[in-house]
Structures are given as C-alpha cells and as structure tokens.
C-alpha cells in the first residue's frame, strides 16, 4: 500500500470523447508524475507536476494535460481521444527535494482506460 | 529511449535465490540504478535502489559492478508471490528526471 489513490480504477469512452482521471499523492509528497502503460509495455512518461506547474514533459501531444492541486493532488485529461489512448494510467507521487536521486516514486494501482 | 537491457523471461524455483541481471553500459556518474516490479495489473512496486555501494533491504539485494555498468537484484528466497515483471532504470539527480522503464524482466517463481 503506497498512499496513492487513483480513480476512477475503469473507464470505458469513445474516440473523440474527453476524460478526466485523478490522483491523490501520498501524504508528505509534492511531487505527481504521470505514466501511460499500453498492453504488454512498460510505462511511459507523461509529464509530472512540481507546485502546481509541470515540471517535465514526455512525447506525448497537447491533448495530454493536467493540473496538480494546492493539496498536491493531480488531474490528467485527455481531449480527443483516439483508440491508441486505450491504457494503463499510472500516477506516482514523490517528494522532490535536496536529494533528488532518493526521491523514490511511489505509483497508484491506475486507471484503466478503454477507448471504443 | 530505456538505458538499461535485460532478459524478457527468467524462470526460478519457489525457495531458491533468484537472480536477476540488469547492463547499464553507458551509466553516467550521477546516475543511480532503480528496481521495481509490477505484479499484473497493479502499479509498479519500489524495490531497492542504490549508487555504487552494493544495497540490501527487506526485499532484496542490489549488487552493482565496481565498473557500474551492470547490476543483479538478488531475492535471496524466491516465494509464488515474487512472481512478475521487474525493472531496471537509471535515473539522474537532475532536476525534473523521471523514470524511463523498458519492457522489463518477467520473473516466474515455479513451485
């Protein structure tokens, strides 16, 4: 058990339509990074959020957004989606700080998102 | 792109050590090496990370070359539980840095 709370856990929309998921960080972290993990794949990075701003982006178009919260909490929505959008989303919370290397990443079971 | 190479499959017996090898040839000086697993359809797991110093916590242990260009995560007594995808990941302290993962290891622990 990380702390980290994802929801909705399923999710079942149509191309074209726009979803919104959300995360709670685990207490104490300020950090929230996202990660999209298709069948069989290991995760990719989506971007991550450091005080409300994002603080680092993958390849991944403008239709991936977010938000992250004053209690550090976080949103990714996706606009227009397309079946390839059908995953694993995966967020993990972190505490960025002087020793960044040992700031470990601690992910939520994710929401898993199907496209039709 | 992942920085990091590793075995698709690896087998092991319920009760024995397994053994798990990670290359990272082109590790840079701040780089630190990252373990996780993912037991089917949950969240990655942290398991141990570490330096250049070998590691061990109650889950495991890390053994990284004195080169650092490869490592093993070692679980000293494999259960039916241990069963999953593990991964290797190098990671630097800079500011921003995330994980990139590659496809991973898939552990089987047979009884």
């Known amino acids: 058990e990380t702390g980290v709370t994802q929801s909705p856990t399923h999710l079942i929309k149509t191309r074209g339509q726009q979803v919104t998921l959300r995360c709670s960080s685990q207490s104490g972290h300020n950090t929230v990074s996202w990660y999209q993990q298709a069948l069989g794949q290991g995760p990719q990075f989506i971007f991550q959020?450091?005080?409300?701003?994002?603080?680092g982006r993958g390849n991944f178009p403008p239709r991936f957004s977010g938000l992250q919260f004053p209690n550090y909490s976080s949103e990714l929505n996706v606009n227009a989606l397309e079946l390839d959008d059908s995953a694993l989303y995966l967020c993990?919370?972190?505490?960025?700080?002087?020793?960044?290397?040992?700031?470990?990443?601690?992910f939520g079971a994710g929401t898993r998102l199907s496209v039709l | 792109d992942a920085k990091t190479t590793q075995p698709t499959s690896m087998d092991c017996a319920e009760g024995r050590a397994a053994n798990l090898p990670c290359n990272h040839s082109?590790?840079?000086?701040?780089?630190?090496v990252y373990w996780y697993r993912q037991i089917h359809s949950q969240g990655p797991q942290y398991i141990i990370h570490g330096l250049k110093n070998n590691e061990t916590n109650e889950m495991a242990s890390l053994i990284i070359t004195e080169d650092r260009k490869s490592s093993t995560l070692i679980l000293p007594h494999a259960t039916l539980r241990d069963t999953a995808v593990y991964y290797c990941i190098v990671r630097g302290d800079n500011y921003g840095q995330n994980f990139v993962f590659g496809p991973g290891t898939r552990l089987s622990v047979l009884p």
């Open positions: 959020y450091y005080r409300e701003e994002e603080n």
């Open positions: 993990a919370s972190s505490s960025t700080g002087a020793f960044l290397a040992k700031n470990i990443q601690y």
């Open positions: 082109t590790i840079s000086g701040n780089e630190y």
